[in-house]
C-alpha cells in the first residue's frame, strides 16, 4: 500500500514533518512550533505560539471525575498498562466531551446574525456546541481565562464577540444561562 500525504514523510532513511528533517526540528523548535506546524503547515508567530500554548494548558486537566480522567485511572488501577489507561481515556473523548470544538467553530461560521443562528438550532431541536457546562453553571474560568489571554495577545475579535454574542442570544431566548465553555473558547 502507498501512502502519500503533505504532513510527513520519510526520504532516505530519515522523517520529515511538511518538509523538514525531524532531526532538525528536535534541535531547533519547541514542541508548541512543531504542533503548530503539523496542523497549520507553518510556525507559529510569538504571539501564535503563546495563544496556543495557552489553549494546550487549558485542556491538560479538569479533574479526576471528567470522563477521560474517570476511565484512564480506572483503566490503569485495573493492573492495565499506561498506554492502554492512555487509549481508553481518549475514547471517551466525543461530540458531549472534549470533542466540540470543531462543531462549536462551524457554528461560529454559520451566515445570519446570532438571533438567527440561535432561533434556527432551537427550532430544528439542535445542541449549540461550545455552550453549557455541567460544572460551571455561570462562567468556564477556563474561557475566562483563554480569553483574557487572547485580549492581552491581540487575538480577542470577531469570532470570540460572535460566540460571547450567541451565548447572550442563548440566554435570551432559553431563559437559560449557557455559558460558553472551554470547547467553544478554542474554536
Request: positive net charge; proline residues 3%; hydrophobic residues 45%.
Amino acid at each position: 500500500m502507498k501512502w502519500k500525504t503533505a504532513v510527513s514523510t520519510s526520504y532516505k532513511g530519515e522523517r520529515y514533518i511538511r518538509g523538514r528533517k525531524l532531526t532538525a526540528l528536535i534541535h531547533a523548535h519547541s514542541f508548541i512550533e512543531v504542533a503548530f506546524l503539523l496542523i497549520r503547515g507553518k510556525f507559529p508567530t510569538a504571539r501564535e505560539a503563546k495563544m496556543f500554548d495557552a489553549i494546550l494548558v487549558a485542556s491538560c486537566e479538569h479533574g479526576v471525575e471528567v470522563p477521560s480522567s474517570f476511565v484512564a485511572r480506572t483503566v490503569v488501577s485495573t493492573g492495565n498498562a499506561m498506554n492502554a489507561a492512555l487509549a481508553a481515556g481518549v475514547l471517551t473523548i466525543g461530540e458531549w466531551h472534549g470533542g466540540a470544538i470543531q462543531a462549536a467553530a462551524q457554528t461560529l461560521l454559520r451566515q445570519g446574525p446570532p438571533a438567527q443562528i440561535v432561533q434556527d438550532a432551537l427550532r430544528k431541536g439542535e445542541r449549540l456546541s461550545g455552550y453549557g457546562h455541567k460544572v460551571y453553571k455561570k462562567e468556564d474560568p477556563r474561557t475566562k481565562a483563554l480569553f483574557a489571554r487572547a485580549r492581552k495577545l491581540k487575538f480577542f475579535g470577531r469570532y470570540v464577540s460572535r460566540a460571547l454574542a450567541i451565548q447572550k442570544e442563548l440566554a435570551s431566548q432559553t431563559g437559560k444561562k449557557l455559558p460558553l465553555n472551554v470547547d467553544g473558547a478554542i474554536a
